[in-house]
């Protein structure tokens, strides 16, 4: 069984900054591409950020300059770094991540924590 679990949300004002994390823990073989997600209240799930098992980065437009994906292989770990916050950003943020376990590869989720940017 495995799980992504994400900690780091929670209420700031515009400006401020949160680091959100999400470990990955369970019987794991490899972990390939992983990423962070949002989704604000009537939106669409989107993409905000993903890493490569080798580094390699991508964003958003939105977010460029502002928030940086990281990653420990060793310890199974994504991080965002999210500066420079707006209230735009509020939203529900989910971590994924593509996990070789036993007998199969699949894309994993974890189970969400809140971002909420207000004064």
């Known amino acids: 069984q495995v799980q992504l679990v994400e900690s780091g949300g929670g209420l700031v004002q515009p400006g401020g900054s949160l680091r959100l994390s999400c470990a990955a823990s369970?019987?794991?073989?490899?972990?390939?591409?992983m990423g962070w997600y949002r989704q604000a209240p009537g939106k669409q799930r989107e993409l905000v950020a993903a890493?490569?098992?080798?580094?390699?980065?991508n964003y958003i437009d939105s977010v460029k300059g502002r928030f940086t994906i990281s990653r420990d292989n060793a310890k199974n770990t994504v991080y965002l770094q999210m500066n420079s916050l707006k209230p735009e950003d509020t939203a529900v943020y989910y971590c994924?991540?593509?996990?070789?376990?036993?007998?199969?590869?699949?894309?994993?989720w974890g189970q969400g924590t809140q971002v909420t940017v207000s004064s």
């Open positions: 890493i490569t098992r080798g580094g390699s980065t």
């Open positions: 369970g019987t794991i073989f490899s972990i390939y591409a």
């Open positions: 994924n991540a593509l996990i070789r376990t036993v007998g199969h590869e699949y894309d994993y």
